[in-house]
């Protein structure tokens, strides 16, 4: 095996991960590769509810020259600037995590240890008003950013929302359209082969064989290929994140369309709101040890902005990754390589890295077990960041009323979260990572978004006189509040340029 190259890749199942896989391999290996095929059942389900992205996806779309507006007409798409976070702290707090960065560092030091200073003195206002996300979220307005925007305004990081079903059939016509072969079956055995282990083909229940050099383990939860054929292992995290339900229900739509998700804290998890331009899509994410299905589901229903157009659909997981993603000649994407509650809305984009990561370690060449290794401890590094700035948002909070939120409050974190609260506390110092996803600003938001408040600030920021200092950031707030106002509505925005069609409900 390892003296021939992959001729043939096989992706195990559809839906957004496996689309974004075939999509991805079809784009880089078109004419490197003989053949590329994905195998999917339409009797099985796929896990897909509305969708909400990070910023990174936009790189995906450049990648694969996907048009923007189309993408979004054909997904039902909204923008996104953020996530709205209600209750996480305390009942009745509200803060905002933004896409992008507030204000600009500037004499070598970060500009929140700036805000911090005219804090101190009872001045600066809300950080928030130094994000460009955040104030054209507040206003509810939007528009593609422009390339250029006054001096020291940072720029408008944005994602999307969209219908994850949609997403995948849109992903599906490109790579078919490319080259990529569909099969339609269901698996009923995985063919190891003697000598090594590794896959060598795959019966279907008609008895159909297919074989292939590189399988894509897209099949989900149940890891088809990765566990049940070559038993990778499970890393449990359930006792930091101990959430392991959800109900999803869509509600008809309501004007305006709010271009950021909310997440509102509830007494035994938290409840999702994506809106999309025909639906929104809506989900409660829960402890069953706290709260029953019914119980649950009351909750949700309870709590929808419209009228609900189908009854919840019931998710069962654990948080978690595979010990392996990538095990001989298989690599585990999406579900399939773990579960990471969608809180921050990560799904989509570790599908991506991984199809990415794979690309980069593996174009045409046959195994390798360093690459193997890599591959394994790149994952791990990217799954466990995102794993602690999730569980900042249960563990950072002051909420009592619940047997949850009690739990969540007092449990023992891990030690690489326990470093960066402390080293925050301390001086308002950021512990970095190479390669990490979620960078200074989002921890920024959280933490103090959270009540976790630093006792001091970096004394650099106390060099520059304090009335440039405040002159500085009180106009940059009237430049961020210029620009924002003088936007489209984000309703407006959509119906202008990138409105989809009616769809029956």
């Given amino acids: 095996?390892?003296?021939?190259?992959?001729?043939?890749?096989?992706?195990?199942?559809?839906?957004?991960?496996?689309?974004?896989?075939?999509?991805?391999?079809?784009?880089?290996?078109?004419?490197?590769?003989?053949?590329?095929?994905?195998?999917?059942?339409?009797?099985?389900?796929?896990?897909?509810?509305?969708?909400?992205?990070?910023?990174?996806?936009?790189?995906?779309?450049?990648?694969?020259?996907?048009?923007?507006?189309?993408?979004?007409?054909?997904?039902?798409?909204?923008?996104?600037?953020?996530?709205?976070?209600?209750?996480?702290?305390?009942?009745?707090?509200?803060?905002?995590?933004?896409?992008?960065?507030?204000?600009?560092?500037?004499?070598?030091?970060?500009?929140?240890?700036?805000?911090?200073?005219?804090?101190?003195?009872?001045?600066?206002?809300?950080?928030?008003?130094?994000?460009?996300?955040?104030?054209?979220?507040?206003?509810?307005?939007?528009?593609?950013?422009?390339?250029?925007?006054?001096?020291?305004?940072?720029?408008?990081?944005?994602?999307?929302?969209?219908?994850?079903?949609?997403?995948?059939?849109?992903?599906?016509?490109?790579?078919?359209?490319r080259g990529v072969k569909r099969t339609e079956g269901k698996i009923a055995d995985v063919e190891l082969r003697p000598e090594d282990g590794f896959v060598s083909g795959l019966t279907l229940t008609d008895g159909r064989r297919i074989e292939g050099d590189f399988f894509v383990d897209c099949s989900g939860f149940r890891g088809l290929l990765i566990e049940q054929a070559l038993e990778a292992g499970f890393?449990?995290?359930?006792?930091?994140?101990?959430?392991?339900?959800?109900?999803?229900?869509?509600?008809?739509?309501?004007s305006p369309m709010t271009p950021y998700t909310r997440a509102t804290a509830r007494a035994a998890g938290w409840q999702w709101r994506i809106p999309l331009q025909h639906r929104?899509?809506?989900?409660?994410?829960?402890?069953?040890?706290?709260?029953?299905d019914d119980e649950a589901a009351k909750v949700l229903m309870e709590n929808l902005d419209g009228k609900a157009l189908a009854d919840p659909r019931p998710l069962r997981f654990t948080a978690g990754r595979r010990k392996k993603s990538w095990s001989k000649n298989v690599v585990a994407l999406g579900l399939a390589g773990g579960f990471m509650e969608p809180l921050e809305s990560t799904s989509i984009h570790?599908?991506?890295?991984?199809?990415?990561?794979?690309?980069?370690l593996l174009p045409t060449g046959g195994y390798d077990a360093a690459v193997e290794a890599e591959y394994n401890r790149l994952t791990?590094?990217?799954?466990?960041?995102?794993?602690?700035?999730?569980?900042?948002?249960?563990?950072?909070?002051?909420?009592?009323?619940?047997?949850?939120?009690?739990h969540c409050r007092t449990m023992t974190i891990p030690d690489s979260l326990t470093h960066r609260i402390e080293l925050f506390r301390v001086r308002a110092k950021i512990a970095r990572y190479d390669d990490q996803l979620f960078a200074e600003p989002s921890w920024l938001a959280v933490f103090l978004g959270q009540g976790i408040q630093p006792r001091d600030y970096d004394r650099l920021a106390d060099v520059p006189a304090y009335a440039d200092v405040a002159a500085k950031l009180h106009g940059l707030g009237r430049k961020i509040a210029g620009v924002a106002s003088g936007l489209p509505s984000h309703d407006a925005f959509i119906a202008a340029t990138c409105q989809a069609d009616p769809v029956a409900l």
């Fill in 380 to 406: 791990q590094i990217e799954y466990e960041q995102i794993r602690d700035f999730i569980i900042l948002h249960y563990h950072a909070t002051q909420r009592d009323d619940s047997e949850l939120w009690n």
């Fill in 1 to 177: 095996m390892a003296a021939q190259p992959y001729r043939k890749f096989v992706v195990v199942g559809g839906g957004t991960a496996g689309w974004i896989a075939a999509a991805t391999l079809i784009q880089a290996l078109k004419g490197k590769v003989a053949e590329i095929e994905l195998i999917e059942s339409d009797e099985i389900g796929t896990v897909g509810v509305g969708e909400a992205t990070i910023p990174p996806i936009q790189f995906l779309n450049e990648v694969l020259g996907i048009d923007e507006f189309d993408f979004i007409k054909k997904t039902q798409a909204t923008f996104k600037l953020g996530i709205q976070f209600r209750d996480w702290g305390k009942l009745g707090d509200q803060y905002f995590h933004p896409f992008g960065a507030y204000g600009e560092a500037f004499e070598g030091v970060g500009f929140h240890h700036y805000w911090l200073r005219l804090r101190a003195q009872g001045e600066g206002g809300a950080l928030d008003a130094y994000s460009m996300a955040a104030v054209t979220a507040g206003m509810g307005k939007f528009a593609v950013p422009p390339k250029q925007l006054p001096s020291g305004v940072p720029g408008l990081g944005y994602a999307y929302h969209f219908d994850a079903g949609l997403y995948a059939k849109y992903l599906r016509a490109y790579s078919e359209a």
């Fill in 350 to 360: 570790l599908v991506q890295s991984g199809a990415m990561r794979l690309l980069s």
């Fill in 280 to 292: 929104i899509g809506n989900g409660h994410v829960y402890c069953s040890s706290f709260i029953s």
């Fill in 235 to 254: 890393e449990d995290w359930s006792h930091w994140l101990p959430c392991d339900r959800a109900l999803a229900a869509p509600c008809e739509s309501v």
